[in-house]
């Protein structure tokens, strides 16, 4: 059964069900606790995609830990413009704590890799990068996801936070952008 859904001007198709996601995020926090076993992590959620994604896993996180929240931009409609702009920074000290930045998606990369050598300058004892979907096909820098949900093609998708102009992130499952 293929469920499409309008967002906009544009149709999108089921491409992850709801339970895939699920049973990945939890795949997710079992490693992040045993990894981070003994230590009091700082959740650092990327605004406005991983809002659903942050929520999600730090119910399934079962280690004493914080959260905060940054918000970067560098998207526009279905595609990045390159250029990020920090639209609300850290507002809390990581000196010397373990951090792992939640984000979304990571496609080029360029928004984390600015954010890494943001987050470097404030000196924590170590940074991690969680992602519940990476684009392997698309990255222009190199590095190291520590904890993926799931890898995907190149094509656009919203649903479960992740959004078309700022529509259709309140979705369970996430949708693939359907060619006209």
């Keep these: 059964m293929s469920r499409v859904i309008q967002v906009r001007d544009k149709q999108f198709a ?7 996601i699920r049973k990945e995020v939890k795949r997710v926090a ?7 076993e003994g230590t009091q992590p700082v959740f650092l959620a990327v605004l406005n995609g991983s809002f659903i994604f942050a929520a999600d896993l730090l119910r399934e996180i079962d280690i004493p830990c914080e959260i905060s929240f940054v918000r ?7 595609s990045t413009t390159g250029e990020i702009r920090e639209v609300m920074g850290l507002n809390m000290d990581i000196t010397g704590r373990p951090v792992i930045v939640l ?18 300058a404030h000196n924590p004892s170590s940074i991690d990068i969680c992602t519940l979907l990476l684009k ?3 990255l222009q820098v190199k590095l190291d996801v ?3 949900c799931m890898e995907i093609p190149n094509d656009f998708i919203v649903g479960y936070g992740l959004d078309y102009d700022s529509f259709g992130r309140n979705t369970k499952d996430i949708y693939t952008l359907v060619d006209k």
């Design 14 to 20: 089921v491409s992850i069900p709801e339970e895939q």
């Design 30 to 36: 079992k490693e992040i606790c045993r990894d981070y």
């Design 103 to 120: 984000e979304d998606i990571v496609d080029t990369g360029l928004t984390m890799a600015h954010m890494l050598e943001t987050l470097k």
């Design 72 to 78: 970067l931009a560098s998207y526009q409609g279905v």
């Design 146 to 148: 520590r904890y993926c």
């Design 136 to 138: 392997p096909g698309k």
